[in-house]
């Protein structure tokens, strides 16, 4: 069964640049994670979908980060304009349905984000 | 106090030795409890889901506490593979996944 895909694997931009990470969950699964994993501090979610819906979006800074999962499968998250406090490893994670959070999170190999 | 607290260590443990891992929550909503485990420069990996009545998988053990609200997971006879960050993971209801900062574990020789 192929894991959760994601790309770029690394990206350099300069601050005040714009970003967009790519998604492709485990085929099936209904709910997509987006996290942010700053050195040294575990995973931050940023958003949830249930399918094409967005679940919880409470701690994504929406002044600057945007996501989308438009046909319910595959889902970008977008940075603009990027500060150097967005350096981080952004990951994406999915999961079968989402039972209230019950459910294992299969996680992708992230995307390494350096704003200089 | 911080929703999920976990001493980042790191833990330096010999081979064979036993270790444990403590995890505080301060959200008593909490329903599902995990453990993942990530080594250097990689993703997280679920390692264990948390039960109620405590569970065992071959070499580990974790627990769980609501009265007190932690976790724990305890590592016995360790490897030198072991060495990786363990993250614990509180979720359910309209509760959002949080993690821990993770704790650093290093087996030696």
């Known amino acids: 069964e192929a894991g959760v895909a994601q790309s770029p694997r690394y990206k350099i931009i300069e601050k005040r640049q714009s970003v967009a990470f790519w998604c492709n969950p485990i085929?099936?699964?209904?709910?997509l994670y987006w996290y942010q994993q700053i050195l040294g501090q575990g995973p931050k979610l940023l958003i949830q979908f249930q399918n094409n819906g967005v679940v919880d979006d409470s701690q994504l800074p929406k002044d600057r980060f945007s996501a989308e999962r438009l046909k319910g499968v595959d889902s970008t998250l977008k940075i603009q304009p990027a500060k150097l406090e967005d350096s981080a490893v952004y990951l994406c994670a999915s999961s079968a349905t989402g039972l209230a959070g019950r459910e294992t999170q299969y996680f992708g190999p992230g995307t390494r984000l350096l704003v200089l | 106090r911080k929703e999920v607290e976990q001493d980042p260590g790191p833990f330096n443990v010999p081979e064979g030795a036993t270790v444990a891992f403590n995890c505080t929550y301060s959200?008593?909503?909490?329903?599902?409890f995990f453990w993942y485990r990530q080594d250097c420069r990689k993703e997280p990996k679920l390692l264990m889901s948390?039960?109620?009545s405590g569970n065992e998988d071959g070499r580990f053990t974790a627990q769980l506490n609501r009265a007190s609200q932690y976790i724990s997971l305890l590592i016995r006879d360790s490897k030198l593979s072991d060495s990786a960050t363990y993250l614990c993971v509180l979720s359910g209801g309209s509760y959002i996944p949080t993690f821990g900062r993770g704790t650093s574990l290093i087996v030696h020789p």
């Open positions: 085929s099936g699964h209904a709910t």
């Open positions: 959200n008593s909503a909490s329903q599902s």
């Open positions: 948390v039960y109620s």
